[in-house]
C-alpha cells in the first residue's frame, strides 16, 4: 500500500485521506447490510468526517490525516527520511548534514560529567576551594602541551552554521486539493511537502544546537576556543584520566589509570602491579576492561583488552555519565580490592596454591616488603584489609 | 619490572608534630572528597574509622558537602572505609603523610576512601 500506487484512486476530505476500500465479499455485505452508512455521492463531507463514504460508487475508509503524516514521517519512514535530509544538504553543497555543535552531546557528557568526577581540582590545605574554571586551565594547558591526537575539522568551518537552513528559497507550501486524487497526485503533493518540512525542521535543529553550543561554552567558563580544540583533537589526559576518540564516528575510550599497586597474598608476600588502563568503550554495553597487556588474578590471560571479571555486575547498555562513571569504579575496586588472597578468588591465584586457568604467573610482579616504594608509602598495597 | 617507572624516594620515619589534621573522605573512585580539618589535640587517641564517623554525622555542611556526604553514606552501605588500601582501624599519624600549605603551614593529611570492594571472579 506505501508508497501509494499512482493510479490508487484516493478522496482528500475533511482534512483526511480516505483510501479505497479492497473488495471482500464480508465488507462488501457489511457495507451493504441495513442500516449501513447510507452513500452520500456528493458533497463530500466538510467538518465531521464519517469512517466510510461512497463516491463514484466506489466505497473509502479513512485512513489518515496528511499533516500528521507529515509531521511523524520521520519516525514511520526514518531511512527515507535520511536519505531525504542528505540529498536536501548535497543539494546545497555540503557533502553532509551540517552541524551546530563543535562537541556532540557524548563528548559533552564525557568532558562536563564523566572527566570532573575523577579530576581533582581542591586544594588540600585550603579546604573548599577548587573551581571549574580551574578545571578549564588545566585542560587549555594540558592541550597546548599535548601534540598528539589528529586534528578534525577545523573548527573555524563552524562559523555560520546557524545560518543554514535559511539559505534555500523559500518554497511556497502547497496545500492539497479536496476532493478526488490520485495517488500520483498524492506522492507530488507529499514529496513537496515533505521538502518544506525538511528544511523546517532542519533549521530548528542547528539552531537548537547552536544553543546547546553556546551553553557549553558558558559551562567552560567562557574557553570556546579550548573547547573548540578538544573536540578537534578528540583526545585528553590529565591526573590518568582522559578519553580518546574510537574510529571515525562518535564513539570514545574513557579511561583511568590504575597507577602502580600493590596485591598481597595469603603468605603476605606482596606483588607490585603496573600502571593500566581501566577502559569503558561507548560502543557497546560499559563493561570495564584492562586496554594494555596486562595480568591480574581477576583477568583470564595476560592479553590486551581483556574484561574484567566482577561479581554480580551488570554492565549498564546504555552510555550515561552515571554508566560510565559506575563502571570504571567498579573495574578500579575490582583490580585494587577485588582480590582475596584468603579465598583466594579469581582465574589464577597469586601464590599458585589456588587454581590458576592459564598458566599466568605472577613471580615477576613479586617484591619484598621492604621494597623502597612499599615503604616510603608511594604505592599502596590494596587488599591487606580483608 | 621494568614497567614500574615510579621514582624511589628516601623514607623518613614519623616525628610526632603539634599540626592540624586534614581528613578527606572520597567516595568511591572519586578524585575529590569531604574535607575537614581538625586542630590538634582533637584527634589524638581515636581511630581514623571514629574520626571519619563524627565528621560524617556533624551538621552544618554546604549543600555540595552534603552531596559528597550522601554520596559517601551509599558507598558504605555495605561497604567500608579504607586508608591507604587498609582498614581504618589505625590512629590517623598511622597513615598521614606530612604536607605543607603554600604558606608554610604544615599540616598532616589522611586520605579515606569509602568503598564497597567489588569482588572478583
Known amino acids: 500500500m506505501w508508497p501509494p500506487d499512482p493510479d490508487l484512486p484516493l478522496v482528500h476530505a475533511a482534512g483526511f485521506i480516505y483510501l479505497?476500500?479492497?473488495?471482500?465479499?464480508?465488507?462488501?455485505?457489511?457495507?451493504?447490510?441495513?442500516?449501513?452508512?447510507?452513500?452520500?455521492?456528493?458533497?463530500?463531507?466538510?467538518?465531521?468526517?464519517?469512517?466510510?463514504?461512497?463516491?463514484?460508487?466506489?466505497?473509502?475508509v479513512r485512513a489518515f490525516r496528511p499533516q500528521t503524516f507529515l509531521n511523524v514521517y520521520h519516525l514511520l519512514f526514518p531511512q527515507d527520511y535520511e536519505r531525504s535530509r542528505e540529498v536536501f544538504w548535497r543539494g546545497r553543497g555540503y557533502a553532509a548534514p551540517p552541524t551546530g555543535r563543535v562537541?556532540?552531546?557524548?563528548?559533552?557528557?564525557?568532558?562536563?560529567?564523566?572527566?570532573?568526577?575523577?579530576?581533582?581540582?581542591?586544594?588540600?590545605?585550603?579546604?573548599?576551594?577548587?573551581?571549574?574554571?580551574?578545571?578549564?586551565?588545566?585542560?587549555?594547558?594540558?592541550?597546548?602541551?599535548?601534540?598528539?591526537?589528529?586534528?578534525?575539522n577545523d573548527p573555524t568551518e563552524t562559523a555560520g552554521w546557524d545560518r543554514l537552513g535559511r539559505d534555500?528559497?523559500?518554497?511556497?507550501?502547497?496545500?492539497?486539493?479536496?476532493?478526488?486524487?490520485?495517488?500520483?497526485?498524492?506522492?507530488?503533493?507529499?514529496?513537496?511537502?515533505?521538502?518544506?518540512?525538511?528544511?523546517?525542521?532542519?533549521?530548528?535543529?542547528?539552531?537548537?544546537?547552536v544553543r546547546e553550543q553556546e551553553e557549553m561554552v558558558a559551562a567552560a567558563g567562557g574557553q570556546a576556543a579550548v573547547l573548540r580544540h578538544l573536540a578537534a583533537r578528540r583526545a585528553l589526559e590529565i591526573d590518568g584520566v582522559g578519553f580518546e576518540r574510537l574510529?571515525?564516528?562518535?564513539?570514545?575510550?574513557?579511561?583511568?589509570?590504575?597507577?602502580?599497586?600493590?596485591?598481597?597474598?595469603?603468605?603476605?608476600?606482596v606483588y607490585l602491579f603496573p600502571d593500566g588502563r581501566v577502559a569503558v568503550s561507548t560502543r557497546g554495553p560499559l563493561h570495564p576492561v584492562v586496554w594494555e597487556k596486562y595480568k591480574h588474578p581477576l583477568l583470564l590471560r595476560h592479553a590486551r583488552r581483556q574484561q574484567i571479571c566482577i561479581k554480580d555486575f551488570q554492565a549498564p547498555g546504555e552510555f550515561s555519565a552515571g554508566g560510565v562513571i559506575?563502571?570504571?569504579?567498579?573495574?578500579?575496586?575490582?583490580?585494587?580490592?577485588?582480590?582475596?588472597?584468603?579465598?583466594?578468588?579469581?582465574?589464577?591465584?597469586?601464590?599458585?596454591?589456588?587454581?590458576?586457568?592459564?598458566?599466568?604467573?605472577?613471580?615477576?610482579?613479586k617484591v619484598a616488603k621492604d621494597h623502597p616504594l612499599l615503604v616510603g608509602g608511594q604505592v599502596e598495597v590494596t587488599n591487606d584489609f580483608i | 619490572m621494568a614497567e614500574l617507572e615510579l621514582e624511589v624516594r628516601e623514607h623518613k620515619p614519623h616525628v610526632k608534630q603539634v599540626v592540624p589534621l586534614v581528613v578527606e573522605i572520597m567516595p568511591g573512585q572519586a578524585s575529590e572528597g569531604l574535607l575537614d580539618t581538625l586542630a590538634p589535640g582533637t584527634y589524638e587517641g581515636l581511630s581514623v574509622r571514629e574520626l571519619c564517623e563524627q565528621i560524617l554525622n556533624r551538621g552544618g555542611w554546604?549543600?555540595?558537602?552534603?552531596?559528597?556526604?550522601?554520596d559517601i553514606k551509599r558507598q558504605l552501605?555495605?561497604?567500608?572505609?579504607?586508608?591507604?588500601?587498609?582498614?581504618?582501624?589505625?590512629?590517623?599519624?598511622?597513615?598521614?603523610?606530612?604536607?605543607?600549605?603554600?604558606a608554610g603551614e604544615q599540616y598532616y593529611y589522611v586520605p579515606v576512601r569509602a568503598i564497597k570492594p567489588q569482588e572478583g571472579g
Open chain 1, 20 to 60: 479505497p476500500v479492497q473488495f471482500d465479499p464480508a465488507v462488501a455485505r457489511e457495507v451493504g447490510a441495513p442500516g449501513a452508512v447510507e452513500p452520500p455521492e456528493t458533497p463530500l463531507p466538510e467538518a465531521a468526517p464519517s469512517l466510510l463514504l461512497v463516491s463514484h460508487g466506489r466505497h473509502y
Open chain 1, 103 to 152: 562537541v556532540s552531546r557524548k563528548l559533552a557528557t564525557i568532558i562536563f560529567d564523566i572527566l570532573p568526577y575523577f579530576i581533582r581540582t581542591k586544594t588540600r590545605g585550603r579546604p573548599g576551594q577548587g573551581s571549574t574554571a580551574t578545571l578549564w586551565e588545566r585542560i587549555g594547558t594540558q592541550m597546548r602541551r599535548s601534540g598528539r591526537g589528529r586534528s578534525g
Open chain 1, 168 to 209: 534555500g528559497p523559500e518554497e511556497g507550501r502547497t496545500e492539497l486539493p479536496e476532493g478526488h486524487l490520485t495517488g500520483g497526485q498524492f506522492r507530488v503533493w507529499l514529496e513537496q511537502a515533505l521538502g518544506h518540512n525538511l528544511q523546517a525542521r532542519e533549521r530548528e535543529r542547528l539552531a537548537r544546537e
Open chain 1, 247 to 269: 574510529g571515525e564516528k562518535d564513539d570514545y575510550l574513557i579511561y583511568r589509570r590504575t597507577g602502580v599497586y600493590g596485591l598481597r597474598d595469603s603468605f603476605g608476600r
Open chain 1, 326 to 365: 559506575t563502571a570504571l569504579e567498579q573495574g578500579l575496586n575490582a583490580l585494587y580490592y577485588g582480590y582475596n588472597y584468603r579465598k583466594r578468588n579469581g582465574y589464577h591465584s597469586l601464590d599458585r596454591m589456588g587454581r590458576d586457568l592459564g598458566g599466568v604467573s605472577f613471580d615477576d610482579y
Open chain 2, 62 to 70: 554546604s549543600i555540595e558537602d552534603q552531596q559528597i556526604i550522601d
Open chain 2, 77 to 102: 552501605a555495605g561497604g567500608k572505609l579504607l586508608c591507604r588500601g587498609k582498614s581504618s582501624e589505625g590512629e590517623a599519624r598511622e597513615y598521614a603523610t606530612l604536607e605543607v600549605t603554600e
